[in-house]
């Protein structure tokens, strides 16, 4: 299977919007509302930030939001901050009942 | 609140086996799916399989022939072994759970291999 594929790099000064995307198939991103969203700092574990699309886990800020159309799933944040500042990596279902991560996007901001 | 607890051998020589435990404290271990992840040093995400309480499994299809998860549900703990392990094995290994997607995670355990 081929991770799927984001932007090496995004950023935005403070309080701008930025979005990420998550490009896949329709053997993933595009056959299944399965698609979620992490959040990395350095050293430290992944989080979750999106589920199933578009849905916040509790705790995680509404500057978060998720959305698809097709076979591309976005991750965008609103009024950005530096603590925001960190590795992004998608994640999908698959048709053969496996998962796949995104090649992962790194967050900059100015 | 649930809590991964993950350890295991963090240096192995080329053609060993990697062997890695999560254990699950403070919540239930039935009725979820539960994951281990990879992250070589400097690169990406990398799912390597899963298992549910009652042993069924997923494996990351490039890994299937050299990997084993298996459940303990007697001790909530479930394991990872990786055979004939090469330097491209070299990362941080997470162990997680599939709850609301992977919304718990274990603290990562640094697997090196060399000779």
């Known amino acids: 299977q081929s991770a799927l594929t984001q932007p090496a790099s995004v950023s935005g000064s403070p309080g701008q919007s930025i979005t990420i995307s998550c490009t896949g198939t329709?053997?993933?991103?595009?056959?299944?509302?399965?698609v979620s969203w992490y959040q990395q700092h350095p050293g430290k574990a992944p989080k979750l930030m999106i589920y199933e699309v578009s849905n916040r886990p509790s705790g995680v800020s509404n500057r978060f939001s998720g959305s698809k159309s097709g076979n591309t799933a976005s991750l965008t944040i609103s009024g950005l901050q530096a603590e925001d500042e960190a590795d992004y990596y998608c994640s999908s279902y698959t048709s053969s009942s496996t998962r796949v991560f995104g090649t992962g996007t790194k967050v900059t901001v100015l | 609140q649930v809590q991964l607890q993950q350890w295991g051998a963090g240096l192995l020589k080329p053609s060993e086996t990697l062997s890695l435990t999560c254990g699950v404290y403070?919540?239930?271990?039935?009725?979820?799916?539960w994951n281990w992840i990879r992250q070589p040093p400097g690169r990406g995400l990398e799912w390597i399989g899963e298992?549910?309480?009652?042993?069924?499994?997923n494996y990351n299809p490039s890994l299937k022939s050299r990997v084993t998860i298996s459940v303990d549900t007697s001790k909530n703990q479930f394991f990872l072994n990786l055979s004939s392990v090469t330097a491209a094995d070299t990362a941080v290994y997470y162990c997680?759970?599939?709850?609301?997607?992977?919304?718990?995670w274990g603290q990562g355990t640094t697997v090196t291999v060399s000779s």
């Open positions: 997680a759970r599939e709850g609301d997607d992977l919304d718990v």
């Open positions: 403070g919540g239930s271990f039935s009725g979820y799916y």
């Open positions: 298992i549910n309480h009652s042993g069924s499994t």
């Open positions: 329709s053997s993933d991103v595009g056959g299944y509302n399965y």
